[in-house]
């Protein structure tokens, strides 16, 4: 890479979609890379934190580790959903332990100092004794929070755009597809700690080319032949026609919802509305590393007591289909450090923007290019 990160990429990178080429390797493997993107992508984007159901009873609360920051979301007494980095100001220790509900007060485990769930300081022990020590001074630091489209997003810029206005439109077509969303339970949650960047990730999801070869169950169910991809700002839309399959989806043919739609949401979070009217699965990415991501696959349905056919269904999507696509993004991540991978590949846009096109690839690499600092096309 060139010593300023992105003056490798020309000022009209993939903006020609049809001649694309992807982002260059480094981009997938540098930790110095990983880095530019957690100050200049990841400290002020909407970050998908959970489903609305795992923060709805008072005194709730869910943590998540981004891109090296402990985060935790609370409701607190009064109702209010409220979000802060998960950290006592006194020494640093981490305050709210995996996800729950909370007492009243949280107190830390290093030396007791205790917080309300609105994230004032309200006991700091010897504290009278301390000179020019001020209470108001060591509330929890803040971060943004929102519910929208049935999901907890969480923003470390106090100064960014509302969700409603970065993510314009996502609620009402997710609630068209899915009116129940907001009313769904985590039937299922599957945790891995991915050895893949999170862009690769992403690649992965942004195109059905592979669904062919790899997922054998899913294109079962799903009609390549009417599949199609659009672009909505900072969200797409992955839509199919299904049909029941033993292999892949198996649902009533009497249920209102008989498609496939999957929703990319920037930077790097999935919901995907399975046929049927009360069946969902989510793929949050939480990066650790330029090639760690940790990756929560959550199952949602209308109620976490499944039935036999549901858990048919959480066994296929958990133990078949989602470890295919671990094992694709696992090997892509080791052959982009390959002598033998040429440093860019070509992304198979077609003319028809047909179901098999990557021009989803090509869409989500304009986004990322757009956050580097690039180069004049003479240069």
């Not at 609305?52 to 209010?80: C, M, Q, W």
């Amino acid at each position: 890479m060139h010593s300023a990160i992105g003056t490798d990429l020309p000022a009209d990178f993939c903006q020609d979609m049809d001649n694309a080429h992807t982002l260059p390797a480094s981009y997938y493997t540098s930790e110095v890379v990983f880095q530019y993107e957690k100050e200049h992508i990841f400290t002020h984007a909407w970050l998908c934190l959970c489903h609305a159901s795992e923060l709805a009873e008072i005194n709730a609360y869910v943590t998540r580790k981004i891109v090296g920051e402990n985060l935790v979301a609370v409701r607190g007494r009064d109702g209010t959903l409220r979000a802060f980095y998960n950290v006592c100001p006194h020494r640093g220790h981490e305050l709210f332990k995996d996800s729950g509900i909370a007492r009243n007060v949280v107190s830390c485990p290093y030396h007791a100092w205790t917080f309300k769930l609105d994230g004032e300081l309200a006991v700091a022990r010897n504290c009278e004794n301390v000179a020019n020590f001020n209470k108001a001074d060591y509330n929890l630091v803040p971060i943004r929070v929102a519910e929208y489209a049935g999901f907890v997003f969480v923003n470390m810029d106090m100064d960014a755009p509302p969700v409603e206005t970065a993510l314009a439109g996502l609620d009402a077509h997710l609630k068209a597809v899915c009116p129940n969303v907001a009313e769904l339970q985590v039937a299922s949650r599957t945790i891995t700690d991915t050895p893949a960047n999170w862009k690769v990730i992403v690649d992965n999801y942004m195109e059905c080319y592979h669904c062919a070869p790899a997922h054998p169950g899913f294109s079962s169910s799903v009609d390549s032949s009417s599949y199609t991809h659009t672009f909505h700002g900072n969200w797409t839309l992955q839509h199919g026609h299904s049909k029941s399959s033993e292999q892949g989806y198996s649902f009533d043919k009497e249920v209102n919802n008989q498609a496939f739609s999957g929703y990319w949401v920037w930077p790097c979070v999935m919901f995907n509305v399975v046929p049927g009217d009360d069946t969902m699965t989510v793929i949050y990415e939480y990066p650790v590393a330029a090639g760690l991501t940790v990756q929560y696959y959550e199952v949602l349905m209308k109620s976490k007591d499944v039935t036999p056919e549901q858990r048919n269904f959480i066994t296929w999507a958990t133990q078949t289909f989602r470890p295919e696509d671990l094992a694709l993004v696992e090997s892509v991540q080791r052959g982009l450090q390959s002598r033998g991978y040429r440093g860019q590949g070509r992304i198979m846009v077609d003319a028809a923007r047909s179901g098999i096109s990557e021009h989803g690839i090509a869409y989500f690499h304009r986004m990322v290019a757009g956050y580097y600092p690039r180069r004049d096309k003479e240069a």
